[in-house]
């Protein structure tokens, strides 16, 4: 069954009030090497089909949200009747909202679900093998893969509402090893794999492994530290998901106004910095509307279909908006702002210097590569704690001149934001630590001058 059918049907054979159906189709082409060596290649598909019932009662409206993965035809008649089974059985929602209105059915809906293959590594693979080779003269060794899943999204309601997205995601991570014990990392993320820089990659990786070199030791402290694309998009992104209005308001997190509120409103950076998300933003699209498969207290179910644009979640350093649900909105008197897939952080009109003129005019730092391991602490101040990984360089006088052991910070992105040294030039970037979740996203490297290095770490 064609993925628009298993919609039409769902809502055909609900008895709730009303119903929401959301039909996922996927396919996913991935690459692994290892020893400068291509271990693995294949391609795969799923789907999944999410039914959200909606019952009316005297006191508002009940949700019974069914989702499963390898729908057929037989069995969505038997999804369906779970889904309102489950509506049958809940208390009234809190976040109940009128459905979003009909509208026309989405571009292309009728058009057969996107797909990707092995092919859209023509490039990458060629590159990959010259890349191979070289490590191998060299005495270093490539590990890694590459990913890449295209899945369409067919949203369509009782209401009358029909939207389609696709959804191109790719990324790549490359590892370099050497005998000293050195390793580096880097990583790309993109949608079609025509903008990865396979060489490029690999020579930084030999450029790293060589300033490792050197090896020195230093004690746990404050640094000046230099943080590049990846890393900051790790810190912001865990900002980004822990920025819902709804907690703000409820006094539970770092938004959160003493005496109660919120702080939207309040500046939070000491250079004039953006964050923001943008669905039309180039090479980093995402959605142009919300898709909800369930309720939590950043995102609503009854929102499915909502139109987003682009949106400032800080601007000139001030924090101008959280994520918004329509009940949220309601209860906090903010504008609607719901989540958007992407994240870009900049830093000025001029763009910002490059990492590399950073690192020249240090007089004495660290320039990490990323970070890993990153778990929350206390959510009130969002202190959070993690490990480096894949090389901590020593800087001296403009030049790197070694490389130094790991570390465990302990750094709230917050309270980061208010001791920023330098903001250096956006570029597409791709999270280290949340790359299974969170790949869409634009950051510049920042220098922090007393970076929280709080203990040393015998990580490797």
Known sequence: MRPQEAVERALELSRADDCVVIADESSTANLRWAGNT???????????????ALRRTGAG???????????GADDVAELVRAADAVAAENEPAEDAAPLVGATASGARWDDDPAETGIGVFGGVAPALGEAFAAAEAAGRRLYGFANHMVTSTFLGTSAGLRLRHDQPTGLLELNAKDDRGGSAWAGAATRDFTDVDVPGAAADLARRLDWGARRVE????????????????????????SAGAQDAHDGRT???????????GEKLASLPVRLSSDPAAPGLECAPF????????????????????????????T??????????????????????????????????????????????GLLLTCLWYIREVDPQRLLLTGLTRDGVYLVE????????????FNESPVDLLSRLAEVGATAPTLPREWSDYFTRAAMPPLRVGDFHMSTVSQAT
């Not at 291509?38 to 959200?52: A, F, Y």
């Not at 404050?222 to 912001?236: F, G, K, N, Q, W």
């Not at 609607?336 to 952080?345: C, E, K, S, V």
């Not at 009109?349 to 690192?359: F, I, K, T």
């Open 38 to 52: 291509l271990t693995t290649n294949g391609v795969t598909r799923s789907n999944r089909l999410t039914v959200i």
């Open 61 to 71: 409206v009940a949700a019974g949200v069914v989702s499963r993965a390898a729908v």
């Open 218 to 241: 230093l004690p746990a402290g404050r640094y000046e530290t230099i943080l590049p694309p990846s890393a900051v998009a790790d810190l912001m992104i865990y900002l980004y998901w």
């Open 254 to 264: 770092v938004f959160s106004a003493p005496g109660g509120g919120t702080r939207v």
């Open 290 to 317: 919300v898709i909800a498969r369930a309720s939590s207290r950043e995102a609503s179910v009854f929102d499915n279909g909502l139109a987003l644009s682009a949106t400032d979640w800080i601007a000139d350093g």
């Open 319 to 364: 924090l101008t908006a959280l994520t918004q649900t329509r009940r949220s909105a309601e209860r906090t008197g903010l504008p609607l702002t719901p989540g958007i897939d992407n994240l870009i952080m900049s830093g000025g009109r001029d763009g910002g210097p490059s990492l590399e003129d950073m690192v020249a005019r240090t007089e004495r």
């Open 397 to 408: 006088d403009g030049e790197v001149v070694g490389a130094v052991n790991n570390f465990r």
